[in-house]
Protein backbone atom coordinates (compact mmCIF):
# COMPACT_ATOMS: atom_id res chain seq x y z
CA UNK A 1 0.00 0.00 0.00
CA UNK A 2 1.02 3.53 -1.00
CA UNK A 3 2.15 5.67 2.26
CA UNK A 4 0.16 9.18 2.02
CA UNK A 5 2.06 12.14 2.52
CA UNK A 6 0.60 15.69 2.77
CA UNK A 7 2.37 18.29 1.98
CA UNK A 8 1.51 21.28 4.17
CA UNK A 9 2.11 24.81 1.71
CA UNK A 10 0.86 26.85 -0.68
CA UNK A 11 2.49 25.75 -3.96
CA UNK A 12 3.36 28.29 -6.44
CA UNK A 13 5.95 26.76 -8.54
CA UNK A 14 8.97 27.76 -7.21
CA UNK A 15 12.21 25.96 -7.09
CA UNK A 16 11.98 25.02 -3.63
CA UNK A 17 8.66 23.53 -3.99
CA UNK A 18 9.65 21.57 -7.68
CA UNK A 19 12.68 20.18 -5.46
CA UNK A 20 10.29 18.94 -2.54
CA UNK A 21 8.03 16.83 -5.00
CA UNK A 22 11.00 15.71 -6.21
CA UNK A 23 13.74 15.21 -3.50
CA UNK A 24 10.42 12.46 -2.38
CA UNK A 25 10.66 10.89 -5.99
CA UNK A 26 14.13 10.15 -5.60
CA UNK A 27 13.46 8.47 -2.18
CA UNK A 28 10.75 6.69 -2.79
CA UNK A 29 12.32 5.30 -6.26
CA UNK A 30 15.51 4.25 -4.35
CA UNK A 31 13.32 2.77 -1.22
CA UNK A 32 11.37 1.47 -4.00
CA UNK A 33 8.29 2.64 -1.97
CA UNK A 34 5.21 3.73 -3.33
CA UNK A 35 4.00 7.06 -2.55
CA UNK A 36 0.61 9.44 -2.62
CA UNK A 37 2.02 12.73 -2.56
CA UNK A 38 -0.53 16.01 -2.33
CA UNK A 39 -0.07 19.61 -1.69
CA UNK A 40 -2.50 20.81 1.11
CA UNK A 41 -2.78 24.92 0.71
CA UNK A 42 -2.64 26.47 4.11
CA UNK A 43 -5.84 28.20 3.74
CA UNK A 44 -7.80 25.18 2.80
CA UNK A 45 -6.22 22.99 6.06
CA UNK A 46 -7.27 26.33 7.79
CA UNK A 47 -11.15 25.56 6.54
CA UNK A 48 -11.21 22.02 7.21
CA UNK A 49 -8.61 19.64 8.45
CA UNK A 50 -10.42 16.60 8.47
CA UNK A 51 -7.71 15.82 5.30
CA UNK A 52 -4.84 15.25 7.96
CA UNK A 53 -6.75 12.27 9.79
CA UNK A 54 -6.27 10.36 6.76
CA UNK A 55 -2.61 10.81 6.11
CA UNK A 56 1.05 8.50 6.79
CA UNK A 57 3.20 11.36 7.26
CA UNK A 58 3.79 15.70 6.75
CA UNK A 59 6.25 17.58 5.37
CA UNK A 60 6.49 21.11 6.14
CA UNK A 61 7.13 23.09 3.05
CA UNK A 62 9.36 26.12 2.35
CA UNK A 63 7.83 28.92 1.33
CA UNK A 64 6.67 31.32 4.14
CA UNK A 65 4.91 33.06 4.86
CA UNK A 66 2.19 30.83 4.07
CA UNK A 67 -1.41 32.41 3.38
CA UNK A 68 -2.63 30.82 6.51
CA UNK A 69 -0.70 30.40 9.82
CA UNK A 70 -3.73 29.26 11.69
CA UNK A 71 -3.62 26.34 8.84
CA UNK A 72 0.32 25.75 9.18
CA UNK A 73 0.55 25.36 13.11
CA UNK A 74 -2.86 23.46 13.30
CA UNK A 75 -1.20 20.59 10.63
CA UNK A 76 2.19 20.97 12.67
CA UNK A 77 0.20 20.44 15.88
CA UNK A 78 -1.97 17.26 14.18
CA UNK A 79 1.26 15.35 13.30
CA UNK A 80 3.06 16.25 16.36
CA UNK A 81 0.02 15.22 19.39
CA UNK A 82 -0.66 11.84 16.74
CA UNK A 83 3.32 10.80 16.79
CA UNK A 84 2.46 11.30 12.72
CA UNK A 85 6.45 11.66 11.05
CA UNK A 86 7.06 15.21 10.07
CA UNK A 87 9.90 16.68 8.14
CA UNK A 88 9.68 20.66 7.99
CA UNK A 89 12.36 23.19 6.09
CA UNK A 90 13.01 26.46 5.71
CA UNK A 91 9.48 27.96 6.68
CA UNK A 92 8.66 24.84 7.93
CA UNK A 93 11.55 24.64 10.71
CA UNK A 94 10.38 28.48 11.57
CA UNK A 95 6.65 27.48 12.25
CA UNK A 96 7.50 23.99 13.70
CA UNK A 97 9.33 25.92 16.75
CA UNK A 98 5.94 28.36 16.35
CA UNK A 99 3.86 25.82 16.89
CA UNK A 100 5.84 24.14 19.75
CA UNK A 101 6.46 27.11 21.79
CA UNK A 102 2.65 28.04 21.44
CA UNK A 103 0.80 24.77 21.83
CA UNK A 104 3.33 22.44 23.90
CA UNK A 105 4.78 25.02 26.27
CA UNK A 106 1.80 27.68 26.73
CA UNK A 107 4.19 30.73 25.12
CA UNK A 108 0.65 32.49 23.78
CA UNK A 109 2.64 35.02 22.80
CA UNK A 110 5.92 34.17 20.85
CA UNK A 111 5.40 35.72 17.39
CA UNK A 112 7.11 34.80 13.80
CA UNK A 113 8.08 38.46 13.10
CA UNK A 114 7.78 38.61 9.54
CA UNK A 115 4.20 37.53 9.15
CA UNK A 116 2.29 37.83 12.70
CA UNK A 117 3.39 41.44 14.19
CA UNK A 118 2.59 42.76 17.55
CA UNK A 119 -1.08 44.15 18.42
CA UNK A 120 -1.08 47.57 20.13
CA UNK A 121 -0.92 47.66 23.33
CA UNK A 122 0.15 43.49 23.92
CA UNK A 123 3.31 42.40 24.79
CA UNK A 124 4.59 40.09 21.97
CA UNK A 125 7.84 38.44 21.93
CA UNK A 126 9.33 37.44 18.42
CA UNK A 127 10.52 34.00 18.50
CA UNK A 128 11.50 33.63 14.94
CA UNK A 129 13.35 36.70 13.92
CA UNK A 130 15.65 38.13 10.91
CA UNK A 131 18.87 36.56 10.69
CA UNK A 132 21.76 39.02 11.29
CA UNK A 133 22.96 37.95 7.79
CA UNK A 134 20.53 36.50 5.54
CA UNK A 135 20.98 32.80 4.27
CA UNK A 136 19.50 32.96 1.22
CA UNK A 137 20.90 31.32 -1.79
CA UNK A 138 23.94 30.37 0.16
CA UNK A 139 25.40 27.29 1.75
CA UNK A 140 26.99 27.09 4.69
CA UNK A 141 28.29 24.13 6.75
CA UNK A 142 26.09 22.82 9.90
CA UNK A 143 27.59 20.69 12.76
CA UNK A 144 25.25 17.73 13.86
CA UNK A 145 25.30 16.39 17.06
CA UNK A 146 26.56 12.89 17.62
CA UNK A 147 24.12 10.90 19.48
CA UNK A 148 21.25 12.88 17.72
CA UNK A 149 18.49 11.25 15.24
CA UNK A 150 19.64 13.61 12.73
CA UNK A 151 23.34 12.25 13.16
CA UNK A 152 22.83 9.24 13.01
CA UNK A 153 20.46 9.50 9.51
CA UNK A 154 23.16 11.65 7.69
CA UNK A 155 26.04 9.52 9.30
CA UNK A 156 28.22 12.80 9.65
CA UNK A 157 29.31 15.23 12.20
CA UNK A 158 28.85 18.12 9.31
CA UNK A 159 27.35 18.32 6.26
CA UNK A 160 27.12 21.27 3.47
CA UNK A 161 23.50 22.71 2.81
CA UNK A 162 22.01 25.19 0.89
CA UNK A 163 19.52 27.79 2.59
CA UNK A 164 16.50 29.82 1.09
CA UNK A 165 15.89 31.97 4.29
CA UNK A 166 16.30 35.22 5.94
CA UNK A 167 14.59 34.09 9.34
CA UNK A 168 15.28 31.99 11.79
CA UNK A 169 15.07 30.89 15.73
CA UNK A 170 15.88 34.23 18.44
CA UNK A 171 18.80 32.49 20.41
CA UNK A 172 17.27 34.53 23.65
CA UNK A 173 14.66 31.92 23.70
CA UNK A 174 16.57 28.42 22.98
CA UNK A 175 17.51 27.72 26.40
CA UNK A 176 13.43 28.14 27.48
CA UNK A 177 12.63 25.42 24.29
CA UNK A 178 15.39 22.92 25.37
CA UNK A 179 14.23 22.91 28.88
CA UNK A 180 10.53 22.21 27.48
CA UNK A 181 11.71 19.54 25.52
CA UNK A 182 12.73 20.56 22.04
CA UNK A 183 16.84 19.50 20.84
CA UNK A 184 18.50 21.83 18.75
CA UNK A 185 21.06 18.82 16.80
CA UNK A 186 22.00 20.91 14.36
CA UNK A 187 24.19 24.67 14.53
CA UNK A 188 26.16 26.56 12.51
CA UNK A 189 29.76 27.63 13.31
CA UNK A 190 28.47 30.07 15.73
CA UNK A 191 25.84 28.20 17.26
CA UNK A 192 22.85 28.91 15.47
CA UNK A 193 20.12 26.54 15.63
CA UNK A 194 19.69 24.88 12.45
CA UNK A 195 18.01 21.81 13.00
CA UNK A 196 15.46 20.34 15.32
CA UNK A 197 14.35 17.56 16.94
CA UNK A 198 11.56 15.94 19.13
CA UNK A 199 13.19 12.96 21.13
CA UNK A 200 10.44 10.18 22.10
CA UNK A 201 8.39 10.84 18.66
CA UNK A 202 8.64 8.41 15.45
CA UNK A 203 10.01 11.27 13.35
CA UNK A 204 9.93 14.99 14.49
CA UNK A 205 12.88 16.77 12.61
CA UNK A 206 13.03 20.25 11.09
CA UNK A 207 15.90 22.25 9.35
CA UNK A 208 15.98 25.80 8.88
CA UNK A 209 18.20 24.79 5.18
CA UNK A 210 16.62 23.02 2.25
CA UNK A 211 17.88 19.87 1.85
CA UNK A 212 15.57 18.85 -0.67
CA UNK A 213 17.83 21.25 -3.29
CA UNK A 214 20.88 18.69 -2.93
CA UNK A 215 19.06 15.59 -3.60
CA UNK A 216 19.42 13.87 -6.72
CA UNK A 217 17.69 10.28 -8.25
CA UNK A 218 21.44 9.34 -7.77
CA UNK A 219 21.81 10.54 -4.27
CA UNK A 220 18.49 10.74 -2.71
CA UNK A 221 19.14 13.19 0.44
CA UNK A 222 19.58 10.92 3.27
CA UNK A 223 16.85 13.15 5.77
CA UNK A 224 14.42 12.27 2.74
CA UNK A 225 15.09 8.80 2.84
CA UNK A 226 14.88 8.29 6.29
CA UNK A 227 11.23 10.52 5.83
CA UNK A 228 10.13 8.12 3.06
CA UNK A 229 10.75 5.01 5.61
CA UNK A 230 9.26 6.75 8.38
CA UNK A 231 6.32 7.35 6.66
CA UNK A 232 5.87 3.70 5.05
CA UNK A 233 6.42 2.72 8.81
CA UNK A 234 3.23 4.85 9.50
CA UNK A 235 1.24 3.52 7.14
CA UNK A 236 1.65 -0.06 8.00
CA UNK A 237 0.62 0.95 11.50
Known sequence: MKARIGIVGDFDGRPTHTATGEALDHAASAADAGTDVRWLATEDLARDAGVLSGLDALLIAPGSPYR???????AIRFARERDLPL????????????????????????RHAEIDPAPAGRAVDALVTPLACSLAGERSTVQLEPGSRVHAI???????????????????????LERGGLRFSGNDAEGAARVLELPGLRFFLATLYV??????AQRPHPLFRAFIAAAAQSRSR
Open 211 to 216: PQLSSS
Open 154 to 176: CGAEEVLEEYRCNYGLNPAHRQE
Open 87 to 110: LGTCGGFQHVVLEYARNALGLENV
Open 68 to 74: SLEGALG
